[in-house]
């Protein structure tokens, strides 16, 4: 298994301005993923982290609006920028380990609302 | 396409048993999760199924049909701690996860 520490939990930010959201696991993982989960629905995949490349971005999500690090293999980070009310969501981290049938563990979650 | 349809909502009572449906339509399968989420929290894993029939851990079931592109988790005995979103997930031959909407379960006393 693996335990996931996501911060901050939640954050109020006004709009324009650029928030880092950071995911520390205990062990090292190949697959880091970003989420957004808005009100009521279900996941969306931001991007794939990937340790020492670009990440992968799903349709709909760019670098520039959504800028991903991942230096090593226990660290990411997820950047929310220029952000307006619309990007007000929660915003999770996942990892899977080695194997077909691991499930995806999940960091906390961190609740950001724009104003 | 890709789809993965659940229920929306559904309400069931204390001590009862509740089954909620998933069906998917993917690009591969390489298996099927079921995940809790209780509002405001990160989703937790229930189950797992990638073979046809039934897995069965404690007071919850999961059922996978490939075939019939068709999964359900059965909840018995259950209890107001149950209330709770449950989200079926399949993950595709390039190993990504796509996730239904989620079914939101109320029990009622």
């Known amino acids: 298994s693996a335990v996931i520490s996501q911060k901050p939990s939640r954050d109020i930010c006004q709009r324009g301005t650029s928030l880092t959201i950071q995911c520390q696991v205990d062990s090292q993982v190949t697959m880091m993923f970003w989420y957004r989960q808005q009100p009521g629905q279900s996941l969306t995949l931001i991007a794939t982290a990937n340790q020492g490349s670009e990440a992968t971005y799903e349709s709909g999500f760019v670098i520039d609006k959504f800028p991903i690090s991942r230096p090593n293999l226990t660290f990411s980070t997820l950047t929310v920028s220029n952000m307006s009310p619309e990007d007000s969501s929660i915003y999770l981290c996942?990892?899977?380990?080695?194997?077909?049938?691991?499930?995806?563990?999940f960091g906390q979650g961190t609740r950001l609302t724009v104003v | 396409g890709q789809n993965i349809d659940q229920p929306t909502e559904m309400t069931a009572t204390e001590g009862a048993i509740v089954q909620i449906n998933c069906t998917y339509q993917t690009s591969g399968f390489n298996g099927l999760f079921w995940y809790q989420q209780h509002a405001g929290e990160a989703p937790t894993f229930l189950s797992y199924n990638v073979l046809d029939g039934l897995e069965e851990k404690g007071r919850f079931s999961s059922f996978l049909s490939r075939s019939k592109g068709y999964s359900y988790l059965l909840l018995k005995e259950l209890q107001m701690k149950d209330s709770a979103s449950y989200l079926c997930a399949v993950r595709k031959s390039n190993y990504q996860l796509i996730w239904g909407a989620g079914t939101k379960l109320i029990i009622k006393p």
């Open positions: 996942s990892v899977e380990m080695a194997g077909v049938n691991t499930e995806a563990f």
